[in-house]
């Protein structure tokens, strides 16, 4: 759900707008919302101690509005409220954070050459665009890390060095992907108050370059390694908070 109620005695308002959720707001600016039409009976709302999401006419503490908001507007300006969009996914949920075994993970990404670490990367960069609560250019810069990365390897196998700017590119990609997840990543932490111990953005980056620069070497797999654990130790410190935060 999202954040807490600040004041029991005036309790703040989460709201669907445009398949989304805003807020918080309080009950009087809910009202403005209605008059203005921006939101109507079918709207869903949220505070902390509900349930779940309820539309507005059957919610007692907003339900009286309504009837307020529909004597102030003239019969000829009255129409039916329009369909309500589905409602949106839960910007996390215990499911998207499940505690990683790294160890596990590694020996998988191992064994599978490295598919199943760029998978899990891939959910866990998901994970964090639905904590900030917006999407990014993460799924963007990562599909063209892996494109470029695909069409250097052959380009190499087939022609020599003709491959080597692709992969360059690629490599390039890969730093702006992992830069995209760290800042959703942040955004998700500060917006849902997640106060963890977390390896920083600069250490993170600088183990990923060091990986790929010294990728001809065993020394460049060791930080590549480093990186990609420390990752998901930062992953797994997160979700112990999200899972009972914004579940």
Known sequence: MPGEMTDDANPTWWYESGGRQAGPETAAFLHQLLVSGRVNAATRVWRSGMAGWAPIGEVAELAPMLGAVAAAIPPSLQAPPPPLAPAPPAYGSAGAFEETSVGLLILLTIVTFGIYGLVKFYQTGK?????????????????????????????????????????????????????????????????????????????????????????????????????????????????????????
């Open 127 to 247: 994970a964090y665009e639905r904590l900030a609560g917006r999407e990014s250019k993460f799924t963007l810069y990562f599909w063209l890390f892996i494109g470029l990365g695909f069409l250097g390897f052959f380009l190499n196998a087939a022609s020599g060095f003709v491959g080597v700017p692709v992969a360059i590119a690629a490599l390039v990609f890969q730093v702006l992907t992992l830069d995209q997840a760290l800042d959703v990543r942040e955004e998700g932490m500060r917006r849902w108050s997640i106060a963890v111990p977390v390896t920083s953005g600069s250490t993170h980056k600088t183990f990923l370059i060091l990986g790929m620069v010294l990728s001809v070497i065993l020394v460049g797999l060791v930080f590549t390694l480093i990186q990609a654990i420390k990752w998901f130790q930062d992953w797994n410190a997160i979700g112990q908070v999200a899972r009972g935060r914004v579940s």
